[in-house]
């Protein structure tokens, strides 16, 4: 039948189409298989498994542990040596950080001097018409001693009357029949109204601790200090007036004026009588020998300083040979009779 093979024949072709592309297919995997087989024929068998090449990694590895074992050997050589260095390098690096501390202390003191100083500021803040009052009120006796009375905790005025005493003193050696060839001796006068002002407030404040008086140590240099603005005015007076009289009268006058307003402040701040008694005894004895010594005796210490320091040099006492006298030679022949008479 003419039509049946046509489709016969069409039905071959698509059934040859699909065997061809089914058996492309194994073949393609069938490729595959053998270059994958291709390539594990290929390899090179080199695992090792033989005799030899066992005994070739045994001989390396050994060969590699006797080297680790002298580098380990080396290293703790060195290491010892370096241990010592490194012990060494760190007390040095102590000892830097040391010095490095204590400069750091002195140039942090060196900056905080301004600091230091602000404490003494409130001491030396006041104002002139303050320290002109109180140079007034300390002439004034003070008449109320049932309640302590104030003191100014200031060292401003106090200090400058010293410093004015200071230079009235050293007026009044050049004003005075002193004679001085080498200077004026500024220290000793400073050394004298420091000392004064120094030791007597300490002392002072010492006695009035055991007596149980309420003062603190800068009240007591503010009253001392202020009380010598009456021996300021007398021995300016009477350094340029020279008349025994006229300072025997500021000496109980004005003297004794700032003496008495240093005596009721203490008054009033003291309790008990035989308190009260021995404390301000001995300060108005005190600050009026003070002023008496000032006056009559201060320049003749000055002058004898003055006679020590210029005393000529004096040799060192040297050894003289004495002069022996001549004996005459009829008292040798004598003694020479007489020694061998009294040995037989």
Not at 203 to 212: P, S, V
């Amino acid at each position: 039948m003419p039509g049946v093979g046509p489709a016969a024949g069409a039905g071959g072709a698509k059934g040859g189409t699909a065997a061809t592309a089914e058996w492309g297919a194994f073949e393609d995997n069938l490729q595959g298989t053998n270059s994958a087989v291709i390539d594990m024929e290929n390899m090179d068998d080199t695992s090792g498994s033989s005799f030899e090449d066992m005994g070739e990694m045994h001989q390396r590895m050994k060969e590699e542990e006797e080297v680790d074992a002298e580098a380990a050997a080396a290293d703790e050589e060195d290491g010892e040596f370096l241990g010592m260095k490194g012990f060494k390098g760190q007390l040095g690096r102590q000892v830097a950080d040391e010095m490095w501390q204590a400069g750091k202390r002195q140039a942090s003191k060196a900056f905080n001097l301004y600091a230091n100083i602000d404490i003494l500021r409130p001491y030396f803040d006041v104002e002139p018409s303050q320290v002109r009052n109180r140079l007034l009120e300390s002439m004034i006796p003070v008449k109320m001693i049932n309640f302590p009375q104030k003191i100014a905790g200031e060292l401003y005025g106090p200090l400058m009357l010293v410093f004015t005493l200071v230079a009235i003193l050293l007026h009044g050696m050049k004003t005075s029949d002193t004679i001085i060839r080498e200077g004026t001796l500024m220290g000793t006068a400073i050394g004298t109204c420091f000392g004064y002002w120094i030791g007597v407030s300490s002392f002072i404040y010492f006695l009035a601790y055991l007596c149980n008086a309420q003062i603190t140590m800068v009240q007591m240099l503010s009253l001392l200090g202020y009380g010598l603005f009456g021996h300021c005015i007398t021995l300016f007076v009477t350094y340029n007036i020279h008349f025994h009289s006229l300072f025997y009268i500021f000496w109980l006058m004005i003297g004794g004026l700032s003496t008495l307003r240093m005596v009721a402040v203490l008054v009033s701040r003291t309790v008990g009588h035989t308190q009260r008694l021995i404390l301000c005894g001995v300060l108005a004895a005190l600050h009026m020998l003070f002023l008496l010594y000032l006056h009559f005796a201060y320049h003749k210490v000055v002058e004898g300083i003055l006679d020590t320091l210029e005393r000529p040099n004096i040799h060192p006492f040297q050894r003289v040979a004495r002069d022996i006298p001549a004996v005459s030679s009829a008292v040798l022949n004598i003694n020479n009779k007489t020694v061998p008479a009294l040995s037989s």
